[in-house]
């Protein structure tokens, strides 16, 4: 068994991309997890000011780097590494973490319970809610995340 995250963006403007996360059941039925926040579209990359283009990609553990160090204290009872999503196209070291606005991100996904244009609320919350489910079922089997656009 493994699992399968997406990414459903639906509102895309000059600026950032708004979402919703959903972990797919066997049955095909989407549980919703989280609401997402993202760079906004562009048709050529322009270094942190881009979301990464839609498709499927692995899920693996990341545990080096700047926000490995600063998540290993702030969440040091859950953390085992950041998510990290693999082979991206023209793209590195892209994550799923916290943050409120697309200030907060260089094409990693944002994450958060509240979310209105341009800002995404209680991300720590929902970060804590999300990390460990995903985290622990990527030491045990793949972990796949889709991002499909809507907007």
């Known amino acids: 068994i493994n699992m399968k995250l997406e990414v459903l963006r639906y509102k895309s403007d000059d600026n950032h991309t708004l979402g919703a996360l959903f972990e797919v059941k066997e049955d095909g039925s989407k549980e919703f997890m989280c609401y997402t926040l993202e760079d906004e579209h562009r048709d050529e990359k322009v270094m942190a000011k881009t979301r990464i283009p839609a498709g ?47 200030a907060h991100t260089a094409g990693c996904l944002l994450v958060g ?26 030491e045990l089997e793949k972990v796949t995340i889709n991002y499909i656009d809507y907007a």
């Open 113 to 138: 319970q509240t979310q209105q244009d341009n800002f995404i609320g209680k991300s720590t919350k929902a970060y804590l809610n999300i990390y460990p489910r995903i985290a622990e079922a990527v």
């Open 56 to 102: 499927e990609y692995e899920i693996k553990l990341r545990t080096v780097g700047g926000f490995h160090a600063k998540y290993l204290k702030r969440f040091k009872n859950i953390h085992k590494g950041m998510l990290w999503l693999q082979d991206v196209p023209n793209f590195k070291w892209i994550l799923i973490h916290c943050g409120n606005t697309d």
